[in-house]
């Protein structure tokens, strides 16, 4: 079993910067392929970005390229998001998962067994 609380979030300007962090319990985190996904309000939620039990794998949705970094510290138990040059329609609830090596692609919800409960990011003009 797998806990993830997310934190970081809040509200922002458009074009500035933030990072979203999960911190994981459970002694296996590093076995764990990690993702951030992202739900606005009336949309389904997207992926974000993904990164390998090891960190040397990344992958990131297009709407995301170039702008956020994921990364992870496998000896804190923990995953970031680093969010630079906020754009208005990042604004949405960023969740953590944590999900299986291998299996379904890394960018379906599918591929996730666990969780956290989100944390908010608005972006204003």
């Known amino acids: 079993q797998v806990q993830l609380v997310e934190s970081g979030g809040g509200l922002v300007q458009a074009g500035d910067s933030l990072r979203v962090s999960c911190a994981a319990s459970g002694r296996t985190f590093s076995s764990y392929l990690m993702g951030w996904f992202r739900q606005a309000p009336g949309k389904e939620r997207e992926f974000v970005a993904a990164?390998?039990?090891?960190?040397?794998?990344?992958y990131y949705a297009d709407s995301v390229k170039g702008r956020f970094t994921i990364s992870r510290d496998n000896a804190k138990n923990t995953v970031y998001l680093q969010m630079n040059s906020l754009k208005l329609e990042d604004t949405a609830v960023y969740y953590c998962?944590?999900?299986?090596?291998?299996?379904?692609?890394?960018?379906?919800?599918?591929?996730?067994?666990?969780w956290g409960q989100g944390t908010q990011v608005t972006v204003s003009s």
């Open positions: 990164i390998s039990w090891s960190g040397g794998s990344t």
């Open positions: 998962a944590a999900g299986a090596p291998n299996g379904n692609p890394y960018y379906t919800a599918r591929r996730y067994y666990y």
